[in-house]
């Protein structure tokens, strides 16, 4: 099985200041048909899971632009520009480019 | 608006059985592929089942594979997991997603199954 790796696991922030989401997979995410199957979820306390990122860097609908992703083959990044408080809770990276589809370990954002 | 809801969940005793239900709405059904992933307590996610639109494809993780199975009824909307053999590791919130570009673009808010004597 890929694994997915994150880092870090914690990660405090203050208000307004930017945030960062290391992912790495062991090995390279390009499908066959010449995409990179990675997305992000953010998942806030008690709630399900919610996607923000799909295809590396594409933002579904009603994802504020604060959220950005990057990366290819195996490293990847989530930023969000300026955490806001909504923005709490534990996200994770996801692959699915091999079956079965995994995840990271997941990064919990709590402001400081 | 799109809607998963899922049911079915509860307290089981070790190696007996379980059915999740998963109904949705706000999309046509029959052109999805759905799966299934759960989410231990304080843990996080694993992908458990995948499904085709007609159901003739079905992939399980190694960890359910011979235990569990997934299905779909397209004329009801809905899509199922038969949980069988249920063992401790098993206890966990387990919810019903649609797909979206090799991902979950929705996701249900979760059914409980809890495997305890």
Redesign the interface.
């Given at each position: 099985d890929v694994v997915m790796t994150q880092s870090p696991l914690s990660l405090p922030v203050t208000l307004g200041q930017p945030a960062s989401i290391s992912c790495r997979s062991s090995q390279s995410l390009i499908?066959s048909d010449g995409n990179t199957?990675l997305?992000w979820?953010q998942?806030r306390p008690g709630q399900?899971?919610?996607?923000l990122i799909?295809?590396v860097s594409?933002r579904?609908s009603g994802v504020p632009d604060r959220f950005s992703g990057s990366g290819s083959g195996t490293d990847f990044t989530l930023k969000i520009s300026r955490v806001e408080a909504e923005d709490v809770g534990v996200y994770?990276c996801?692959q699915?480019?091999y079956?079965?589809?995994?995840?990271?370990?997941?990064t919990k954002v709590e402001i400081k | 608006e799109v809607q998963l809801v899922e049911s079915g969940g509860g307290l089981v005793q070790p190696g007996g059985s379980l059915r999740l239900s998963c109904a949705a709405s706000g999309f046509t059904f029959s052109s999805y592929w759905m799966s299934w992933?759960r989410q231990a307590p304080g843990k996080?996610?694993?992908?458990v089942a995948?499904i085709n639109q007609g159901g003739t494809e079905k992939?399980h993780?190694?960890s359910v594979k011979g235990r569990f199975t997934i299905s779909r009824d397209n004329a009801k909307n809905s899509l199922y997991l038969q949980m069988n053999s249920l063992r401790a590791e098993d206890t966990a919130v387990y919810?019903c997603g649609r797909h979206?570009?090799?991902?979950?673009?929705y996701?249900?808010?979760?059914t409980l199954v809890t495997v305890s004597s």
């Amino acid at each position: 099985d890929v694994v997915m790796t994150q880092s870090p696991l914690s990660l405090p922030v203050t208000l307004g200041q930017p945030a960062s989401i290391s992912c790495r997979s062991s090995q390279s995410l390009i499908y066959s048909d010449g995409n990179t199957y990675l997305s992000w979820f953010q998942q806030r306390p008690g709630q399900s899971p919610r996607r923000l990122i799909y295809k590396v860097s594409n933002r579904d609908s009603g994802v504020p632009d604060r959220f950005s992703g990057s990366g290819s083959g195996t490293d990847f990044t989530l930023k969000i520009s300026r955490v806001e408080a909504e923005d709490v809770g534990v996200y994770y990276c996801m692959q699915g480019t091999y079956w079965p589809w995994t995840f990271g370990q997941g990064t919990k954002v709590e402001i400081k | 608006e799109v809607q998963l809801v899922e049911s079915g969940g509860g307290l089981v005793q070790p190696g007996g059985s379980l059915r999740l239900s998963c109904a949705a709405s706000g999309f046509t059904f029959s052109s999805y592929w759905m799966s299934w992933v759960r989410q231990a307590p304080g843990k996080g996610l694993e992908w458990v089942a995948n499904i085709n639109q007609g159901g003739t494809e079905k992939y399980h993780v190694d960890s359910v594979k011979g235990r569990f199975t997934i299905s779909r009824d397209n004329a009801k909307n809905s899509l199922y997991l038969q949980m069988n053999s249920l063992r401790a590791e098993d206890t966990a919130v387990y919810y019903c997603g649609r797909h979206g570009t090799r991902s979950c673009d929705y996701w249900g808010q979760g059914t409980l199954v809890t495997v305890s004597s």
